[in-house]
């Protein structure tokens, strides 16, 4: 029903190899919120943002709702690589399962569309773009605007989502550290 679909190489999209469009998702039952920049050697740029709203109905009309969404953001916009952010457990299980659900699609899909996807923290994406780990959701937002000059952010979960593909951005230039004896 949903068939694993390469995407487009970057190099063929823009005659550059150094140049990486970065898919972000901020995960969410009600609003998962997207976010896509193009990373090039240290600098990024805004592509687009936006959320996918899962409206009413049973979970699995709701996730699939979700599933198309994210899908065609993914045909429009062509990331070559994708970041989701990690689920944190609070003290209400069943909407941890729920959100955990969600999750499970913003991991799916990118991967449907043959995309390596990252995982983060949050703590590690809010210490990323704005240098504290417990950042709350203003400074996050104003973080991402100082560094996608000109954005309009959607909402505060396309903003998390930008900050999630800021922070795969940061992550995937990383040096890869070597163990003794020369293995990765």
Same mark, same amino acid.
């Given at each position: %029903? ?12 823009? =005659? +550059?190899?150094?140049? /990486? ?11 998962? =919120? ?11 740029? #805004? ?5 996918? #709203? $899962? ?6 009309? +709701? ?7 994210? $899908?065609?953001?993914?045909? +429009? ?25 969600? +999750?499970?699609?913003?991991?799916? /899909?990118?991967?449907?569309? =043959? ?14 773009? /704005?240098?504290? =780990? ?11 605007? %100082?560094?996608?000059?000109?954005? $309009?952010?959607? $909402? ?8 999630? *593909? ?5 992550? %995937? ?6 163990? *003794?004896?020369?293995?990765?």
């Amino acid at each position: %029903m949903f068939p694993l679909r390469a995407n487009p190489d970057a190099s063929k999209r823009t =005659g +550059r190899t150094d140049l /990486v469009r970065v898919l972000g998702i901020d995960p969410g039952l009600v609003n998962l =919120g997207w976010g896509i920049i193009e990373a090039d050697r240290g600098r990024m740029r #805004h592509v687009q943002n936006g959320t996918c #709203h $899962s409206g009413t109905g049973t979970l699995a009309e +709701r996730l699939l709702r979700l599933h198309a969404a994210l $899908s065609e953001v993914i045909e +429009r916009h062509a990331p070559e690589t994708a970041a989701v952010e990690q689920t944190f457990v609070n003290k209400d299980a069943v909407a941890t399962l729920k959100l955990g659900q969600a +999750r499970a699609i913003a991991l799916l /899909v990118p991967a449907q569309f =043959g995309l390596d996807v990252g995982e983060y923290a949050p703590n590690k994406v809010k210490k990323c773009v /704005v240098g504290v =780990g417990h950042a709350d959701k203003t400074q996050v937002q104003h973080m991402v605007k %100082m560094q996608l000059p000109g954005v $309009s952010l959607a $909402s505060p979960d396309a903003a998390d989502a930008l900050a999630v *593909a800021i922070c795969h951005a940061f992550y %995937m230039r990383a040096p890869v550290p070597r163990v *003794a004896g020369g293995a990765a």
